[in-house]
Each structure stands twice: as C-alpha cells, then as structure tokens.
C-alpha cells in the first residue's frame, strides 16, 4: 500500500482562518521583511480566498480550525492576534500519513514564529497524536520542507534544506525516526530564494516530479543503517525512473505554482496556474487539479500546501 502524501485522503486538515484573529489588520509596509511577506494584503480578500479554499478542502476531509480545539487558550489569542503566519500551519509540524496517530513538532528559525509549534502542539495532543522528536541547539525544521513520500515500499521522509531548515534537523529525523518510524531520509539542498522545498517542488502520482527549474544543488540519503551517501537530487530521482516537469523559479516564488494539496484518489487543490501546464500535470500524473484564485493569500508568500496541515486519523 502506498502511504505517501500524495495518494493518501486525509481525514482532516489543520487550519487556521485568517479572521480567527486581527493579526492581519497589523501588517503594513514596515513589517513585510519580518513576516517574509512580498507585499501587504487586503485582508477582507484574504478571508474571502481563504473560504474559497475551505469549501474545496470540505469536498474531501475535514476542516478542522485551531480555534475549535483551543479557543480560550491564552497563548493561541495572542498568537491569532499578532502572528498573521499562523495561518501557515504546514510550518509549525509533520504528520506522517504511515503513522497516522503520531507528529513531529517543528523549530522555526524566524524567531516571529518560534511561538507556532507549541501553540500546534497543544492542539494535535488534545486531537490524540503524540509528538516523536525533539529538537535543540542548531536543528531548525519547518514543516514546508518535509515531504513524506513511499517508493519500492520503503517510507521516505524528503527534507529541504536551505533558507529555514538545517542538515543537522534532517540528521535528528534520521536518528530519531529510523527505523521505526521512517526507512530513508533524502536531504535536499535548495536554492535559498525559494523559501521551503514546497515553495518549488513536489512529488505527484505516477512517478511525477513538479519542481522550479534550478531547485537543487547537493543532497544525501541516509539509509536504513542511518549510513550517510552523497546524492545528486535530481539525478538520483531521474535514476529511479521520476519524469521531472519544470516551471520557471519565478513563476513558483511569486505564483506557488508547486505549492499542491493532495487530497487523495488524484485530486488536487492549487492556486491559479496557466491551463497548459495544468493539462501538462494532470496527463502526466493522471490527476485533476481545482484551480482558485489565491493572488491575495500569496502576497503573503503561501500556497495551498502551506495553509494546511493534512491529518491522517478521524476523531
């Protein structure tokens, strides 16, 4: 059975609406550099896309929004209140969708979200999962950077490294996680414009690869021995029979063309993106792709894949 993010249907998905807080009526010109956001955004149009997003999302899984689990909770308020990157909760921990009963709860390096993991703790522990690593000293992890995907049954965990996450949280998950939980962890060193691995890259069905031209530059697998070996990324995947379907790395900085929600059984949500390369993702993944309009929600350097966090058991 084939347990990766891509062909499994989760049962829910960890949101956080915009309007669950004022935090995005803060944002002006003087804090774009801070949140890592291109430009302000309008915030009613936010909320307005942002539903947009729930109504496909409720087609399939659950919703499921921080503020139904934790509202009340001090720390959730002030962080719904003043952190408009909460809405990116993605970043703040991993699911596995093998281990549908367990997470990881990440370490951002922007010290702005440092907050998030702890608040998103609270809420998957009062959901019943319970958390398998703990991170320290130079491992910084956000969740953008994991994917978890199966290949010749063998469960792999993707990590990018590059703007945000580091090598030594890659090599914690190794530590951690293998063999019980994980069986490889490919690390893949990318291009620092391209904030997560999810900003330029994703892995659909069929032995598709979507990634920004120019991506990677090294990377490692670490095998079931936790041993440590030197990999070209794209190489190493082409080896193993991927197709690789490019866009151009400005189209997936500033349109997150890459940024896809699987949703299970070939279906896909993403934001706007030209009709030829949709036809091109959906022949040669054999999936379909629901197409909204998210240019406000990008302003704020998110797509789809980075406001949802899939979760794999019901309630």
Same mark, same amino acid.
């Given at each position: 059975?084939?347990?990766?993010?891509?062909?499994?249907?989760?049962?829910?998905?960890?949101?956080?609406?915009?309007?669950?807080?004022?935090?995005?009526?803060?944002?002006?010109?003087?804090?774009?550099?801070?949140?890592?956001?291109?430009?302000?955004?309008?915030?009613?149009?936010?909320?307005?896309?942002?539903?947009?997003?729930?109504?496909?999302?409720?087609?399939?899984?659950?919703?499921?929004?921080?503020?139904?689990?934790?509202?009340?909770?001090?720390?959730?308020?002030?962080?719904?209140?003043?952190?408009?990157?909460?809405?990116?909760?993605?970043?703040?921990?991993?699911?596995?969708?093998?281990?549908?009963?367990?997470?990881?709860?990440?370490?951002?390096?922007?010290?702005? +979200? *440092?907050?998030? #993991?702890?608040?998103?703790?609270?809420?998957? !522990?009062? @959901? &019943?999962?319970?958390? %398998?690593?703990?991170?320290?000293?130079?491992?910084?992890?956000?969740?953008?950077?994991?994917?978890?995907?199966?290949?010749?049954?063998?469960?792999?965990?993707?990590?990018?490294?590059?703007?945000?996450?580091?090598?030594?949280?890659?090599?914690?998950?190794?530590?951690?996680?293998?063999?019980?939980?994980?069986?490889?962890?490919?690390?893949?060193?990318?291009?620092?414009?391209?904030?997560?691995?999810?900003?330029?890259?994703?892995?659909?069905?069929?032995?598709?690869?979507?990634?920004?031209?120019?991506?990677?530059?090294?990377?490692?697998?670490?095998?079931?021995? +936790? *041993?440590?070996? #030197?990999?070209?990324?794209?190489?190493?995947? !082409?080896? @193993? &029979?991927?197709?690789? %379907?490019?866009?151009?790395?400005?189209?997936?900085?500033?349109?997150?063309?890459?940024?896809?929600?699987?949703?299970?059984?070939?279906?896909?949500?993403?934001?706007?993106?030209?009709?030829?390369?949709?036809?091109?993702?959906?022949?040669?993944?054999?999936?379909?792709?629901?197409?909204?309009?998210?240019?406000?929600?990008?302003?704020?350097?998110?797509?789809?894949?980075?406001?949802?966090?899939?979760?794999?058991?019901?309630?």
């Amino acid at each position: 059975m084939d347990s990766s993010e891509f062909s499994t249907r989760p049962a829910r998905v960890l949101m956080h609406h915009p309007s669950h807080g004022a935090s995005l009526h803060s944002v002006t010109a003087e804090h774009l550099s801070a949140l890592n956001f291109f430009e302000v955004p309008e915030a009613q149009a936010v909320c307005t896309q942002y539903d947009g997003l729930v109504a496909a999302i409720t087609q399939y899984a659950e919703p499921v929004f921080l503020r139904d689990i934790l509202g009340g909770d001090a720390g959730y308020e002030a962080e719904a209140g003043g952190n408009p990157n909460l809405i990116f909760t993605r970043d703040s921990s991993i699911t596995l969708p093998w281990a549908p009963r367990h997470f990881i709860a990440t370490r951002p390096f922007l010290k702005g +979200r *440092a907050n998030e #993991p702890t608040i998103v703790r609270r809420a998957l !522990e009062k @959901l &019943g999962l319970t958390n %398998l690593v703990e991170l320290e000293g130079d491992e910084y992890l956000e969740g953008g950077d994991v994917l978890p995907i199966m290949d010749a049954g063998k469960r792999i965990l993707l990590v990018g490294f590059g703007a945000r996450t580091t090598k030594g949280a890659a090599i914690r998950l190794a530590l951690d996680l293998i063999p019980r939980h994980v069986d490889q962890i490919i690390g893949l060193s990318h291009d620092h414009d391209l904030l997560h691995l999810d900003t330029g890259f994703t892995v659909l069905p069929n032995r598709t690869i979507f990634a920004a031209a120019g991506m990677f530059t090294t990377g490692f697998l670490i095998d079931e021995t +936790r *041993a440590l070996r #030197p990999v070209n990324p794209i190489g190493f995947a !082409e080896e @193993l &029979g991927f197709n690789i %379907l490019r866009c151009a790395k400005f189209e997936a900085i500033a349109h997150e063309r890459c940024n896809m929600l699987p949703l299970g059984d070939g279906r896909y949500v993403a934001f706007d993106m030209p009709s030829d390369m949709r036809r091109a993702l959906e022949d040669a993944a054999g999936i379909s792709v629901t197409c909204l309009d998210g240019s406000e929600i990008a302003k704020a350097a998110g797509g789809v894949h980075c406001l949802t966090r899939p979760l794999y058991c019901g309630s």
